[in-house]
């Protein structure tokens, strides 16, 4: 069975780096949804508690009731996630 992986990308304004992120997943054939951050300052607080993060990007892959996050910048990192799920698939 071939699951879906869900991708969910925490960005600001005038973030190049959550543009970099966008523009990958996007050219790698990803759907993703996008919370902004900067419309409501709040949902920092619920980075911080889930990832201990408080600035993006952030981007949330999994399927089912497991997710991982990339919060590290570059793509590398969210290279070597997504592989793993697309393996786990």
């Known amino acids: 069975m071939n699951k879906k992986v869900n991708v969910v ?3 600001k304004q005038d973030c ?22 900067s419309r409501h300052e709040a949902l920092r607080e619920v980075l911080l508690i889930k990832y201990g993060v408080d600035d ?4 949330e892959i999994g399927f089912g009731n497991r ?3 990339v919060t590290e ?3 590398p990192k969210l290279e070597k996630t997504i592989r793993h799920y697309r393996m786990s698939n």
């Open 56 to 59: 993006v990007p952030v981007v």
């Open 67 to 69: 997710f991982d996050a």
């Open 16 to 37: 190049p780096y959550c543009e970099e992120v966008k523009r990958y997943l996007t050219d790698n054939g990803f759907e993703y949804r996008t919370v902004d951050i």
């Open 9 to 11: 990308v925490w960005e």
């Open 73 to 75: 910048m570059g793509i």
